[in-house]
């Protein structure tokens, strides 16, 4: 069993940054790739980055690429988001979520099998 907290969220003006972080339980965090996604009111959840198991291989989803970062700390359980440029359409709770142990790396929310219960952010303009 793998527990995710996320924190880090909220209020920013747009231009302004936030840095997200998800902290996991468990031995088996450094085995798991780790993808962030984000869900807007009346819309599907979709992808934002992922990170495979030792960091060396990143994803980032076109609406964000350029303005986030994703990186992890195994020595730490975690995961972090970094967001810059901060614009009013990132508004959105946001998850991070863990695939199964030494799978190949997705986008797709059905391979992630432990979510976080999520983290407002919202970018006024």
């Known amino acids: 069993q793998v527990q995710l907290v996320e924190s880090g969220g909220g209020l920013v003006q747009a231009g302004g940054s936030l840095r997200l972080s998800c902290e996991a339980s468990g031995r088996t965090f450094s085995s798991r790739a780790m993808g962030w996604f984000r869900q807007a009111p009346g819309k599907e959840r979709e992808f934002v980055a992922r990170?495979?198991?030792?960091?060396?291989?990143?994803y980032y989803a076109d609406a964000v690429k350029g303005r986030f970062t994703i990186s992890r700390d195994n020595a730490k359980n975690t995961v972090y988001l970094q967001m810059n440029s901060l614009k009013p359409e990132d508004t959105a709770v946001y998850y991070c979520a863990a695939q199964p142990p030494y799978t190949v790396g997705s986008s797709i929310p059905t391979a992630y099998d432990y979510w976080g219960q999520g983290t407002q952010v919202t970018v006024s303009s």
């Open positions: 990170i495979s198991r030792n960091g060396g291989t990143i």
